[in-house]
């Protein structure tokens, strides 16, 4: 089965600019997340949609970033405008449903992303 | 708030040697446990995975028991090969997945 896509590979911005993220997740999986991996750390939940529903979102800085998923398939990552901490690898990720603790996550290769 | 502990890297190794990565979580409930791996340049690759006390996860070599007595996950592997040179991070699932720091292994010939 085809994975969990991701554009673009790699972006680079000055800060303040604004930049957009997209991910086409395996066909058929309901729930969707976007992760922050900052250089050295393990991945971190921003946001988490069930079909076009957001089941969490806690840990999105909601002043500069916002997500959207159309139609319960395809996603968008916004930040705007871009501070440099927000340098980072952005991964999205699915799933089958949000009860299926069993399962792991399919992780895209992520977004490298460059704020200077 | 559930949270997962890795030990610390760099780990370098040669060849053929042991390998242990240290994992412990915390957690208020039965959570399911992984190990993903990242290799250079590359997206996050499930490893292995255990969901419930005393299952064992393999995969490649590499082995991890989850033990809820004492709040671990230990990744093992007995003779290691340059190719398994990567980040290894530890993860849990109970209601969202919830990662480590990651460890990075090099494994030199």
């Known amino acids: 089965e085809a994975g969990v896509a991701q554009s673009p590979r790699y972006k680079i911005i000055e800060k303040r600019q604004s930049v957009a993220f997209w991910c086409n997740p395996i066909?058929?999986?309901?729930?969707l997340y976007w992760y922050q991996q900052i250089l050295g750390q393990g991945p971190k939940l921003l946001i988490q949609f069930q079909n076009n529903g957001v089941v969490d979102d806690s840990q999105l800085p909601k002043d500069r970033f916002s997500a959207e998923r159309l139609k319960g398939v395809d996603s968008t990552l916004k930040i705007q405008p871009a501070k440099l901490e927000d340098s980072a690898v952005y991964l999205c990720a699915s799933s089958l449903g949000q009860g299926d603790f069993n399962y792991g996550y399919t992780f895209g290769s992520g977004t490298r992303l460059t704020v200077v | 708030g559930n949270s997962v502990t890795q030990m610390e890297g760099p780990v370098t190794l040669s060849e053929e040697a042991f390998l242990t990565i240290n994992c412990t979580y915390t957690?208020?409930?039965?959570?399911?446990l992984f190990w993903y791996v990242q290799y250079p340049g590359e997206g996050l690759q499930l490893l292995l995975k255990a969901t419930k006390a005393d299952d064992k996860g393999s995969n490649k070599g590499f082995e991890a028991t989850y033990r809820k007595e004492t709040t671990s996950f230990h990744l093992e592997k007995g003779s290691v090969q340059v190719s398994d040179s990567a980040v290894y991070f530890c993860a849990l699932n109970d209601y969202k997945l919830s990662f480590g720091a990651g460890t990075t292994v090099t494994v030199r010939a």
């Open positions: 957690a208020t409930g039965y959570p399911s």
């Open positions: 066909s058929g999986h309901a729930t």
